[in-house]
């Protein structure tokens, strides 16, 4: 895919020798050292405030014996979160030339996603959404703004682009107004069919040039924020047995739980890092898919942290379910997170059918942990322990055979 358009002269200087207004064109693509800015950082993490909100209702409706409902809603409100978080990622990948304006919309983003935070529990527990449509489109309108600096900086096919950007976001933002006025039993409905346009916007802007988004600086942004996530449920979880332990001094009960919920966390992050990814995105297609795909990448990682709060919850005999809920609040999504990024992520990089099947073999042994009972979480996370030593050791096995070939040593 050939980049979008020349390169911006207005590109980030330093602060000596730029103007606190600039045009907003496409960066340059091939541009060496790109990397996440401190405003993308600060942006991630108060998305994170959002994700813990959505985790902790889920907790609450796992524990409840409501898992149906409370996946449901958890869904919604992360799709909504994580929406608003990828398109800024990719227009920031294109665009972002870290000047007045730009800082100052990007901070009204942030305000917007914190409202929507502050909704969370009321849309679990009272299905009332005013305040969360009002963050959302507070984010989006925002977005708007910026593709319209866009198209006042540009001409051309890259101006027409941006146009559809920011035509394509207000039409979907009018049908997520609706969702205020409508009757409770077709919100679902309703809502997927928004989402699902809100998903196509990007396709029906792109399709007259690509944007001139960075793959390795979009690699990185999807990586930090898996490491933000997979951080999160990390406190979430730490949380919950410390207050366990001080509560109901249980600590025997616990400490498979906190063993085994370290193990699933540390193999989640170390299979999602394994693997060069920037190298696959090489056009709009292949980036989408991927792209696209994480939220369910990033979903299950939050769910994991609310899957062991659950767990801990079950083993204090806070939470009124089985073992087995709670076990699957755990297993299943880790399984689905093993999945995602074999199918996303690390399938393009194996080689032979071996290391192929390490990932989909995990997920399958990591489902049938949760019938284990109160060893359920441990046995999961030895599983995903194992898998993390069977990948490394097929592929260093791979690269000696390599090796030798090049060699011409005989391989054994």
């Known amino acids: 895919m050939t980049p979008s358009s020349t390169p911006a002269p207005d590109a980030p200087r330093s602060p000596a020798h730029r103007s606190p207004l600039r045009r907003l064109t496409a960066r340059d693509r091939s541009e060496v050292h790109r990397s996440a800015t401190h405003l993308e950082l600060f942006f991630d993490l108060c998305f994170v405030v959002a994700i813990a909100q959505a985790g902790i209702e889920l907790v609450h409706a796992v524990a409840e014996g409501h898992a149906g409902e409370g996946i449901l809603y958890y869904a919604l409100v992360f799709f909504a979160i994580w929406w608003a978080w990828m398109n800024f990622t990719w227009f920031a990948s294109a665009y972002d030339n870290d000047d007045v304006l730009y800082r100052v919309v990007t901070l009204i983003q942030i305000a917007g996603v914190l409202v929507l935070a502050a909704s969370v529990s009321r849309a679990f527990e009272d299905h009332e959404y005013q305040a969360g449509v009002v963050g959302y489109v507070i984010m989006r309108l925002a977005s708007v703004s910026q593709w319209l600096r866009v198209a006042r900086s540009s001409q051309g096919k890259e101006r027409r682009v941006a146009l559809r950007y920011a035509g394509g976001v207000v039409l979907c933002q009018i049908g997520w107004l609706s969702l205020v006025f409508l009757p409770q039993d077709t919100l679902v409905a309703v809502f997927v069919v928004m989402a699902v346009l809100e998903m196509c916007v990007p396709a029906y802007a792109e399709k007259v040039q690509p944007t001139s988004w960075h793959p390795r600086h979009i690699a990185e942004r999807y990586g930090l924020f898996t490491i933000i996530v997979l951080g999160e449920t990390i406190a979430a979880a730490t949380v919950a047995v410390k207050t366990g332990i001080d509560e109901q001094d249980a600590l025997g009960e616990l400490l498979p739980i906190a063993a085994g919920g370290l193990l699933i966390i540390f193999a989640a992050w170390w299979i999602y890092f394994v693997v060069p990814i920037h190298g696959h995105l090489r056009s709009n ?46 297993t299943l999504p880790t399984a689905l997170y093993l999945l995602t990024v074999w199918a996303l992520h690390s399938r393009h990089f194996k080689v032979g059918i071996a290391q192929q099947l390490v990932l989909p073999t995990a997920a399958l042994l990591v489902i049938c942990c949760m019938f284990l009972g109160e060893w359920a979480v441990l046995s999961a996370g030895l599983v995903c322990a194992l898998t993390v030593a069977t990948g490394e050791t097929l592929t260093a096995r791979t690269t000696a055979r390599e090796r030798e070939t090049a060699l011409g040593a005989p391989v054994a």
């Open 285 to 330: 297609r292949q980036a989408f898919l991927w792209g696209y795909g994480h939220y369910i990448v990033f979903a299950s990682a939050a769910a994991i942290g609310a899957g062991l709060e659950v767990a801990v919850e079950q083993a204090v005999g806070k939470a009124h379910i089985s073992t087995l809920s709670a076990s699957a609040a755990v």
